[in-house]
């Protein structure tokens, strides 16, 4: 009796260490996850910002840039989301983020692949996935030890990767205590109705948010003996379920977007839904027409023999075949999202670069804003060309619409500003950080602008209350003045725009331009003071007129010199 005791005892305390080394595997796999993706996604933000500003026409140049942008951060979800705030800003259409999406799914199958590592045999002394689970420590160290953040980054990537394999080895080291006892296999192959089995998948991988997690949990438990349903196939269901619960990362982040981004979303769950109710219906007439036989050991399974390979060899099968067959009917599935969530007439939407979505990628968030800082530099030196025209005109009319627009740039500030904290909250490069400080410069310079526009306003004012009248020639001297200005705003908006700072010199040069001809408008004025040709209560208004001109002059000039030494 005694021995009976101890022995389930023994037994209890051998499925409680399983039970904690499962679900200690399962953490340490999600944390190497979420650790490989966020350094990869930092490291790799350059050439990302490059991928998706070569955005084309092309829908199979589409489809490769969504593979290898999601192939290079590990998650369908991270580039589903950016390609969503890209649509909500507009420099992305609907047809290219269509193709895109299709190709996120078809890299995010990768993860699955280096997962699957962890049950091959490689047929070497030495195991290759025990070498792999290293990179955990030796990442912690080279991020410990390191001093350049590119370095830092690399030993996160490694920690990461090593995480990954750390959570495999301990997650197939509990399920292969599980896989000994018959109630556990009776159980999950009981789960044999391909519904529940689709459902599971859906529910799992919405609550992980990973697909891929939730993939290479399968994938470990398929290596360790446990398989869901009656045969190999039962799991391809769950795999099914798990790309339509990949959606759920996308369709929670086109909350508060534009139709667009929200049809984006609307568009990644038609693709992953079709695709997964075409294999559901083909693999249910496979099992009525070739029934008993196995489609999973028919087919994968007579080339790989490694079940861990097999389903990952079918999910990668499974989404290059929805690609290729619903790329062609892109146009379709834009026209359908069109239907489902139609345009509402009534709401404007306001025009910005900034989204949220994209502060997960500093870099191109940062891209995003100075785009931001280009649209907030036209929008001040339109209305100051208002105010200065309305200042020659003596004319009133406008001032209400000038002051609206000046409140409009001043939110426009804010916004900025407190998108800039955000980006810089995150986990940044040294460079972005200068970029960030530059930027927050360079619309403190650009407000100012706008503030000399409600200054000019003002001079209008008081020029019609007093009834100040000027010598001649001197508006049209004024307006030559400002299409120098105008002129200089040309030159820095090229370097802004193309970041060419060769420009720099022109920039330089007219605003010298500026500065010669506010020194001799003013020295003029004097002059016909002295002459007794102008009256001195004038001088306050135009003398501040063309300072105030001039002022324009040095905010442009500082804020095209602002990027220079990043």
């Given at each position: 009796m005694s021995t009976l005791l101890a022995s389930a005892a023994l037994d209890f305390n051998d499925y409680f260490s399983a039970v904690i080394g499962l679900l200690a595997g399962l953490g340490?796999?999600?944390?190497?996850?979420?650790?490989?993706?966020?350094?990869?996604?930092?490291?790799?933000?350059?050439?990302?910002?490059?991928?998706?500003?070569?955005?084309?026409?092309?829908?199979?140049?589409?489809?490769?840039?969504?593979?290898?942008?999601?192939?290079?951060?590990?998650?369908?979800?991270?580039t589903t989301v950016m390609i969503v705030g890209f649509v909500n800003v507009g420099i992305m259409s609907l047809?290219?983020?269509?193709?895109?999406?299709?190709?996120a799914n078809i890299g995010t199958t990768i993860t699955a692949?280096?997962?699957?590592?962890?049950?091959?045999?490689?047929?070497?002394?030495?195991?290759?996935?025990?070498?792999?689970?290293?990179?955990?420590?030796?990442?912690?160290?080279?991020?410990?030890?390191?001093?350049?953040?590119?370095?830092?980054?690399?030993g996160l990537i490694l920690g990461g990767l090593g995480l990954v394999f750390v959570g495999l080895e301990g997650m197939s080291a509990s399920m292969k205590v599980f896989s000994e006892v018959e109630g556990v296999r009776t159980l999950l192959a009981n789960i044999d109705n391909p519904f529940?089995?689709?459902?599971?998948?859906?529910?799992?991988?919405?609550?992980?948010?990973?697909?891929?997690?939730?993939?290479?949990?399968?994938?470990?438990?398929?290596?360790?003996?446990?398989?869901?349903?009656?045969?190999?196939?039962?799991?391809?269901?769950?795999?099914l379920g798990t790309n339509i619960g990949s959606c759920v990362t996308a369709m929670m982040s086109c909350i508060g977007a534009n139709r667009n981004a929200v049809r984006t979303s609307v568009i990644h769950l038609m693709f992953n839904v079709l695709g997964a109710a075409l294999?559901?219906?083909?693999?249910?007439?496979?099992?009525?027409?070739?029934?008993?036989?196995?489609?999973?050991?028919?087919?994968?399974?007579?080339?790989?023999?490694?079940?861990?390979?097999?389903?990952?060899?079918?999910?990668?099968?499974?989404n290059l075949t929805c690609t290729a067959l619903f790329l062609p009917f892109v146009g379709v599935f834009v026209k359908l999202s069109g239907l489902i969530v139609p345009e509402k007439r009534e709401t404007v939407q306001k025009v910005t670069f900034m989204d949220k979505r994209m502060l997960s990628t500093p870099a191109i968030a940062i891209e995003q804003l100075g785009k931001e800082r280009v649209r907030m530099a036209d929008m001040s030196m339109e209305n100051l060309a208002v105010a200065l025209d309305s200042y020659l005109k003596?004319?009133?009319?406008?001032?209400?619409?000038?002051?609206?627009?000046?409140?409009?740039?001043?939110?426009?500030?804010?916004?900025?500003?407190?998108?800039?904290?955000?980006?810089?909250?995150g986990d940044i490069s040294l460079r972005d950080e200068k970029i960030i400080?530059?930027?927050?410069?360079?619309?403190?310079?650009?407000?100012?602008?706008?503030?000399?526009?409600?200054?000019?306003?003002?001079?209008?004012?008081?020029?019609?209350?007093?009834?100040?009248?000027f010598s001649a020639g001197v508006n049209e001297k004024v307006e030559e003045m400002f299409k120098k200005i105008q002129d200089l705003y040309a030159e820095v908006r090229k370097?802004?725009?193309?970041?060419?700072?060769?420009?720099?010199?022109?920039?330089?040069?007219?605003e010298n331009d500026v500065d010669v001809m506010r020194k001799q408008l003013v020295n003029d004025h004097i002059e016909r003071l002295n002459a007794g040709q102008c009256k001195a209560e004038n001088s306050s208004v135009f003398i501040n007129l063309v300072c105030n001109l001039e002022r324009v002059g040095d905010h442009l000039c500082f804020v095209a010199h602002s990027m220079e030494e990043v």
């Amino acid at each position: 009796m005694s021995t009976l005791l101890a022995s389930a005892a023994l037994d209890f305390n051998d499925y409680f260490s399983a039970v904690i080394g499962l679900l200690a595997g399962l953490g340490a796999l999600l944390i190497g996850f979420k650790l490989l993706s966020d350094n990869m996604e930092k490291i790799a933000s350059g050439g990302l910002k490059k991928m998706f500003s070569k955005v084309s026409k092309s829908k199979l140049a589409g489809v490769g840039i969504g593979a290898a942008a999601t192939a290079i951060v590990q998650s369908s979800g991270a580039t589903t989301v950016m390609i969503v705030g890209f649509v909500n800003v507009g420099i992305m259409s609907l047809y290219q983020a269509t193709a895109m999406i299709m190709g996120a799914n078809i890299g995010t199958t990768i993860t699955a692949h280096i997962a699957s590592l962890d049950g091959l045999d490689f047929g070497f002394s030495i195991d290759i996935v025990e070498i792999a689970t290293a990179f955990t420590v030796v990442g912690i160290f080279m991020n410990m030890l390191c001093k350049k953040d590119s370095l830092k980054t690399i030993g996160l990537i490694l920690g990461g990767l090593g995480l990954v394999f750390v959570g495999l080895e301990g997650m197939s080291a509990s399920m292969k205590v599980f896989s000994e006892v018959e109630g556990v296999r009776t159980l999950l192959a009981n789960i044999d109705n391909p519904f529940l089995l689709l459902l599971v998948g859906v529910i799992s991988t919405a609550l992980i948010q990973s697909s891929s997690a939730t993939t290479s949990i399968v994938l470990t438990m398929a290596n360790a003996g446990l398989m869901m349903g009656s045969n190999a196939t039962g799991v391809i269901y769950f795999i099914l379920g798990t790309n339509i619960g990949s959606c759920v990362t996308a369709m929670m982040s086109c909350i508060g977007a534009n139709r667009n981004a929200v049809r984006t979303s609307v568009i990644h769950l038609m693709f992953n839904v079709l695709g997964a109710a075409l294999f559901f219906i083909l693999l249910n007439i496979w099992d009525i027409i070739v029934a008993p036989s196995n489609f999973m050991d028919m087919t994968i399974g007579a080339i790989f023999s490694n079940p861990g390979q097999q389903i990952a060899v079918f999910h990668t099968l499974f989404n290059l075949t929805c690609t290729a067959l619903f790329l062609p009917f892109v146009g379709v599935f834009v026209k359908l999202s069109g239907l489902i969530v139609p345009e509402k007439r009534e709401t404007v939407q306001k025009v910005t670069f900034m989204d949220k979505r994209m502060l997960s990628t500093p870099a191109i968030a940062i891209e995003q804003l100075g785009k931001e800082r280009v649209r907030m530099a036209d929008m001040s030196m339109e209305n100051l060309a208002v105010a200065l025209d309305s200042y020659l005109k003596r004319d009133e009319s406008t001032t209400e619409a000038i002051l609206a627009k000046n409140e409009e740039i001043t939110a426009l500030n804010r916004e900025i500003a407190d998108y800039l904290v955000q980006v810089s909250s995150g986990d940044i490069s040294l460079r972005d950080e200068k970029i960030i400080s530059a930027l927050h410069k360079d619309i403190g310079d650009i407000e100012r602008i706008a503030e000399i526009a409600d200054n000019l306003t003002k001079y209008t004012r008081r020029e019609i209350k007093h009834n100040m009248t000027f010598s001649a020639g001197v508006n049209e001297k004024v307006e030559e003045m400002f299409k120098k200005i105008q002129d200089l705003y040309a030159e820095v908006r090229k370097v802004l725009v193309n970041k060419d700072f060769s420009g720099l010199s022109a920039v330089d040069e007219l605003e010298n331009d500026v500065d010669v001809m506010r020194k001799q408008l003013v020295n003029d004025h004097i002059e016909r003071l002295n002459a007794g040709q102008c009256k001195a209560e004038n001088s306050s208004v135009f003398i501040n007129l063309v300072c105030n001109l001039e002022r324009v002059g040095d905010h442009l000039c500082f804020v095209a010199h602002s990027m220079e030494e990043v």
